[in-house]
């Protein structure tokens, strides 16, 4: 069974700092690529950054510069590390994978809000 667990979320200060934690488990995370989602109040769910297996990384324009997407595939675990927060930065943030088959999975969200 497929599980995806995120922590690490809060309430900072813009300008402030956060490293989210996406713990996995139930599918051999070291060769499934990984991605970070957010969702804020009214608005689509956005990728924010993905990982591949190899490590090669992705990041949406609006945090290039800003946030890290790194992962431990000895712990299972996928990070976010996001500096330089900005309000518009407030949001769930969701852990993803996909499957080659089109399945895809999320974790529960973990609250991110940034007061200017």
């Known amino acids: 069974q497929v599980q995806l667990v995120e922590s690490g979320g809060g309430l900072v200060q813009a300008g402030e700092s956060l490293r989210l934690s996406c713990a996995a488990s139930g599918f051999i995370f070291s060769i499934n690529a990984m991605g970070w989602y957010r969702q804020a109040p009214g608005k689509q769910r956005e990728l924010v950054a993905v990982i591949t297996r190899g490590g090669e990384t992705n990041y949406a324009d609006s945090v290039k510069g800003r946030f890290t997407i790194s992962r431990d595939n000895a712990k299972n675990t996928v990070y976010l590390q996001m500096n330089s927060l900005k309000a518009e930065d407030t949001a769930v943030y969701y852990c993803?994978?996909?499957?080659?088959?089109?399945?895809?999975?999320w974790g529960q969200g973990t609250q991110v809000t940034v007061s200017s």
């Open positions: 993803n994978t996909e499957w080659p088959n089109g399945a895809k999975y």
